[in-house]
């Protein structure tokens, strides 16, 4: 069992930049593949970035890439998820995820754990 804690989230103004982090609880983080998707409001929610145990592979969806990086520590059991330029369409809540199993985390079907998450604004 993996409990994910969610942190960073706020009120930015477009251009600016944003630190997530999720902290993890367990022995076995350094086993999951791990990742952050979004909901906006009246929206589904949808893949932002996904990475595997190691942190060696990394996948973003398109409209974040360039902008979004996600990395982690295992030592600490900490995911992040570097956010610049900030635009007001990546107003969301922001939710952790993990799953055992699987390379990277790209759908909601693979995720296994969910985290509370963290509301992110982006004011034009």
């Known amino acids: 069992q993996v409990q994910l804690v969610e942190s960073g989230g706020g009120l930015v103004q477009a251009g600016g930049s944003l630190r997530l982090s999720c902290a993890a609880s367990?022995?076995?983080?350094?086993?999951?593949?791990m990742g952050w998707f979004r909901q906006a409001p009246g929206k589904e929610r949808e893949f932002v970035s996904g990475?595997?145990?190691?942190?060696?592979?990394?996948h973003y969806a398109d409209s974040v890439k360039g902008r979004f990086t996600i990395s982690r520590d295992n030592a600490k059991n900490t995911m992040y998820l570097q956010m610049n330029s900030l635009k007001p369409e990546d107003t969301a809540v922001y939710y952790c995820?993990?799953?055992?199993?699987?390379?990277?985390?790209?759908?909601?079907?693979?995720?296994?754990?969910w985290g509370q998450g963290t509301q992110v604004t982006v004011s034009s």
């Open positions: 990475i595997s145990w190691s942190g060696e592979t990394t």
């Open positions: 367990g022995r076995t983080f350094s086993s999951y593949a």
């Open positions: 995820a993990g799953a055992q199993r699987v390379v990277l985390l790209t759908t909601i079907p693979t995720v296994k754990y």
